[in-house]
């Protein structure tokens, strides 16, 4: 069974913070990951879609890092800002036929103005 | 906006009932995916349908069902409803749903109520 963690569960920074969480999801049968970014009373934004091991994408102060080996990825924000306050979800995508989507629990952000 | 629907955006219904939930793609897009966001659980994904014709299936139940039409619309379809299944239900969809992994974007949901 396919397990996707994200740890911390949530958390709390101050503006102008940088930050960072982790999604671990099983190496094996690896296809590509996915994070989302999901606004309370909205509905989930995709952020990244990262397919090869060392991959780094950046849209604006966010980025992301990837680890197919070791089964994990990293989410930076950059100068946190009140409006980034949401939750953040990977999805790992175990194979390409099918994209059964299992999503991770989520890390909750609280930026604090 | 992502550009996917979804109706009725709000559904409170009886234990025992069946009810339809609807859904529109992205124009374009070819592949819908179905989640279920219970209280206190991340999203679980149900079904997915390519071009009409189902390409996956997740965690969901025989009293579930779905389809894809011709115009790519998809509809799921929830009989002999049980409290357990009061829920967010979205909607996603993407451009190939398999030969890339393309992004999906999100419909803003159905908040069904079993009572």
């Known amino acids: ?113 | 906006d992502s550009g996917v629907t979804q109706t009725p955006k709000h559904l409170i219904t009886a234990t025992g009932q069946r009810v339809t939930l609807r859904c529109s793609p992205r124009s374009g897009d070819l592949s819908v995916y179905w989640y279920q966001q219970s209280l206190d659980q991340g999203l679980q994904f149900l079904i997915q349908y390519y071009n009409g014709e189902e390409r996956a299936k997740g965690n969901i139940l025989e009293r579930f069902s779905a389809q894809q039409f011709p115009d790519l619309h998809s509809e799921l379809n929830l009989s002999s409803l049980e409290l357990g299944d009061s829920a967010l239900y979205f909607c996603a969809s993407s451009v190939e749903g398999g030969a890339l992994s393309d992004e999906q974007f999100f419909g803003p949901g159905t908040r069904l109520t079993v009572l």
């Open chain 1, 1 to 113: 069974i396919l397990n996707v963690e994200q740890s911390p569960q949530s958390l709390h920074v101050q503006e102008g913070d940088s930050t960072n969480f982790t999604c671990s999801f099983p190496s094996s049968n690896f296809y590509a990951l996915h994070w989302y970014r999901w606004e309370t009373a909205k509905s989930p934004e995709a952020l990244f879609v990262m397919t090869l091991n060392g991959d780094e994408k950046k849209k604006g102060r966010i980025s992301a890092t990837l680890n197919t080996k070791e089964g994990y990825s990293y989410l930076y924000i950059k100068g946190s800002q009140p409006e980034d306050s949401a939750t953040y979800l990977c999805a790992s995508q175990p194979d390409n036929y099918g994209q059964n989507f299992v999503f991770g629990p989520g890390t909750r952000l609280s930026v604090l103005p």
